[in-house]
């Protein structure tokens, strides 16, 4: 059940240069000042752009750090969108952003809180599975929390979309919910225990 971290971060990277071409004349207000969907995207647009050329820089050497202001400043702006404009169908995908960007800062209790905000506010996401499978690791792996992890566990137990194998996984995870994740890898004596588990 362990995350891929490389995955993640090189998905986090696609959606940042995902986004739709604008001009560059685009202001963030209209002529009465007001804030506008297309300016809120325009200024979206040009830190993903950045971070898209900065991420890009970071694989080609590795001793290229990107300063933290431009994550910041990338979460602040999808914030802004999504506080403004929360009934905009690009709202789901500033919340995306804004968890993407906090963890790959390592603010994983942010990353955390805006998961919960994608899963609230759009409970039917098609990421819906992977966003549950983040949340539930968190909760095993880097802070423990009985309950919560057997409250994740129990919405991926709800989803008809899991591999037999998940189902098992996770079915065999609740049956231990009392046991840490270390507590659990102690159990590991015999082929019976399934494998993601325990990894």
Not at 119 to 144: A, G, R, S
Request: proline share 2%; aromatic share 10%.
């Amino acid at each position: 059940m362990k995350i891929n971290y490389f995955i993640l971060c090189f998905l986090t990277v696609t959606i940042l240069a995902s986004c739709g071409n604008k001009t560059e004349d685009q202001l963030q207000s209209n002529e009465e000042g007001d804030i506008t969907i297309e300016g809120l995207k325009e200024s979206i647009k040009e830190i993903d752009d950045s971070l898209f050329m900065l991420t890009k820089k970071k694989m080609e050497d590795p001793n290229f750090k990107i300063d933290r202001i431009v994550f910041h400043e990338g979460i602040n702006r999808n914030k802004k969108f999504f506080e403004t404009f929360p009934e905009d169908d690009y709202a789901k995908t500033a919340l995306e952003k804004i968890a993407s960007l906090y963890f790959q800062l390592q603010i994983e209790g942010e990353a955390v809180k805006w998961r919960d905000s994608i899963l609230h506010h759009y409970p039917n996401t098609e990421n819906k599975t992977d966003i549950l499978i983040m949340q539930m690791h968190h909760y095993d792996f880097d802070n423990y929390n009985k309950e919560k992890l057997e409250y994740y566990l129990n919405k991926l137990l709800s989803l008809n979309t899991l591999t037999e194998e998940q189902r098992q996984d996770y079915e065999f995870r609740l049956k231990h919910i009392d046991k840490t994740h270390l507590e659990l890898r102690e159990l590991h004596n015999n082929d019976s225990v399934p494998i993601e588990v325990i990894q």
